[in-house]
């Protein structure tokens, strides 16, 4: 595509995104998932990083819905504060948990402006943490192990395979 064709479809399609971006939400959510994907982008003749901010929010009726999405230079808990204030300003009045990595100073953002919000670490960053003490060779048959965990019927299953998982791996892990 020519650079013209990209300007006149961008021009079409920022007005849009912008009232997406500023449009009302729902006063409640259940869960809200929050984290920054960092890509490596061209601009101005150069590659550098950018932190895409994300908030997909899933309602009392189970449905989801992407919240917004900013970009920014990097990731910080201040900016994720900003976010924080964005979503009250939008209607958004409780978020019950807010499932979220470990950034420093991110629980604080969230609490400063939904102090009721339960904060819990995102499983992906949990496992990511976890696989960080483990060989690459062991790396496949622990996931596998450990999925049994997370994928089982009901607890009690979910807390037999963790009897056993600890048996195979707490040495390895700990």
């Not at 961008?10 to 500023?22: G, M, S, V």
């Not at 601009?43 to 309602?59: D, F, H, R, T």
């Not at 995102?122 to 622990?142: D, E, M, P």
């Not at 996931?143 to 009690?156: F, G, I, N, Q, S």
Request: with cysteine; charged share 25%.
């Amino acid at each position: 595509m020519s650079d013209s064709i990209i300007s006149r479809v961008t021009d079409r399609i920022l007005p849009i995104a912008k009232e997406w971006q500023n449009r009302p939400l729902e006063e409640i959510y259940a869960v809200v998932f929050m984290d920054a994907i960092h890509f490596h982008v061209r601009s101005e003749g150069q590659i550098i990083k950018k932190a895409v901010y994300i908030a997909i929010g899933i309602n009392m009726d189970g449905c989801r819905d992407v919240l917004s999405l900013w970009i920014e230079e990097y990731e910080s808990a201040k900016f994720w504060l900003s976010v924080m204030f964005g979503l009250r300003n939008r209607g958004v009045e409780d978020i019950l948990i807010a499932c979220v990595d470990g950034l420093t100073g991110f629980s604080n953002a969230i609490e400063a402006v939904f102090p009721k919000t339960e904060i819990q670490q995102c499983i992906i960053h949990q496992i990511r943490n976890t696989t960080r003490f483990v060989s690459y060779k062991n790396i496949r048959s622990l996931m596998a192990d450990l999925k049994r965990v997370y994928t089982a019927p009901t607890e009690d299953a979910a807390l037999s395979e963790l009897a056993t998982f600890e048996e195979k791996w707490g040495k390895i892990i700990s």
